[in-house]
T-cell receptor, first 113, second 112 residues
């Protein structure tokens, strides 16, 4: 978890509301990733960014949006279009292509009220 | 369907015993990675093995890769209570995590 800060740890969303999950890193890593984890499941890629001001859709991008205005920050917005948002969201960084794997934050648990 | 599938889904052993988890996949890969996740926490990277490698060690961990059988195994020797966690394999279809596909994990319980 060191070097990657996700906040808040727990988040509740009301019907029709957009919510934003924060991910900040001080590892000076180029690439950042957002994953969704459902109970008993593996991780699924939502969005990723390999460089500032550029990002790409992952496998399950519908209902989510991101921005990458700074190298250190990669916030994820869960929009009202995401009809099943309850999940554990994980942010990760990677120092470079083909390196030694991903570094993960401690996650945000999002639940619907 | 999942690219990487772990077996077994759950494993319970006594402290001091060895634990073996397996991962099978379907397509050619660039690398295969193993991660550990404690309950409610983020994942921790354990080992990355490239497609041209057959075995890697890190402390009490040993990973093997058999590309002809499209399978990998993670062996944890002399298990400790602190090894209790879920273990995930992730197959990298290319360099860079944008093509990294995670399996559903093996839940390992070490009984004192």
């Amino acid at each position: 978890d060191g070097g990657i800060t996700q906040s808040p740890k727990y988040l509740f969303r009301k019907e029709g509301q957009n919510v934003t999950l924060s991910c900040e890193q001080n590892l000076n890593h180029d690439a950042m990733y957002w994953y969704r984890q459902d109970p008993g499941q593996g991780l699924r890629l939502i969005y990723y960014s390999q460089i500032v001001n550029d990002f790409q859709k992952g496998d399950i991008a519908e209902g989510y949006s991101v921005s990458r205005e700074k190298k250190e920050s990669f916030p994820l917005t869960v929009t009202s279009a995401q009809k099943n948002p309850t999940a554990f969201y994980l942010c990760a960084t990677e120092p470079g292509q083909g390196s030694s794997g991903l570094f993960f934050g401690s996650g945000t648990q999002l639940s619907v009220l | 369907s999942q690219q990487g599938e772990e077996d077994p889904q759950a494993l319970s052993i006594q402290e001091g015993e060895n634990a073996t988890m397996n991962c099978s996949y379907k397509t050619s890969i660039n690398n295969l990675q193993w991660y550990r996740q404690n309950s409610g926490r983020g994942l921790v990277h354990l080992i990355l093995i490239r497609s041209n490698e057959r075995e890697k060690h890190s402390g009490r961990l040993r990973v093997t890769l058999d590309t002809s059988k499209k399978s990998s195994s993670l062996l944890i020797t002399a298990s400790r209570a602190a090894d209790t966690a879920s273990y995930f394999c992730a197959t990298g279809l290319s360099q860079g995590a944008q093509k990294l596909v995670f399996g559903q994990g093996t839940r390992l319980t070490i009984n004192p």
